[in-house]
């Protein structure tokens, strides 16, 4: 007696969460939906990827394959989507600037960023206050802000110290 009926494959989607690592990894039995044989309960499966990373993000074919005891196989496609959700780290420092002549003084991202850091990578960076004047001799708290790849946004708040040097005439 001989089975030569390969199983009955049952694939399901699925969505993982990229770490803080920015990898993520599944099992192939994480794919399967109530797959069955006609001869055993034991089904091996296999997965075409297994292992996901940022250049994954969004919707991924993965090739699944159902294999009995006897070594009868099918396979089916089952999508596995890939999603960044953790927000950037934010890094700041002080800065300190000094008013020109005309009681103005600039800001840069730069000056201020100490290192933020994303998973996937940071998109975008700016500030909450960029321009300067004579109102704002001293402490200002402002906000650097960023967002990543993915939409992800965070920020955190960094002093800087407006300072005016120049002598009157």
Known sequence: V?????????TRNITVQLGATGLATISP????????????????FNASKTSFSCSDLG????????TD?????????????????????VQTKT??????????????????????????GIDTMWLSQQTFDCTKLGQNSIQLLVKDV????NSSSVTIS????ISPN
């Open 2 to 10: 001989l089975d030569t009926i390969s199983p009955s494959l049952v």
């Open 29 to 44: 039995s994480q794919l399967d939906s109530a797959s069955a044989d006609n001869c055993s309960n034991l089904l091996f």
């Open 59 to 66: 919707l991924n074919n993965v090739l699944v394959t159902a």
């Open 69 to 89: 005891v006897q070594g009868n196989s099918t396979s089916k496609t089952a999508v596995v989507t890939v999603e960044d959700n953790i927000a950037p780290s």
């Open 95 to 120: 800065a300190t600037i000094y008013l020109n002549a005309s009681g103005l003084a600039s800001l840069n991202k730069a000056m201020v960023n100490n290192g933020s850091s994303d998973n996937c």
């Open 150 to 153: 993915s939409g992800n946004q």
């Open 162 to 165: 407006v300072m005016d040097t």
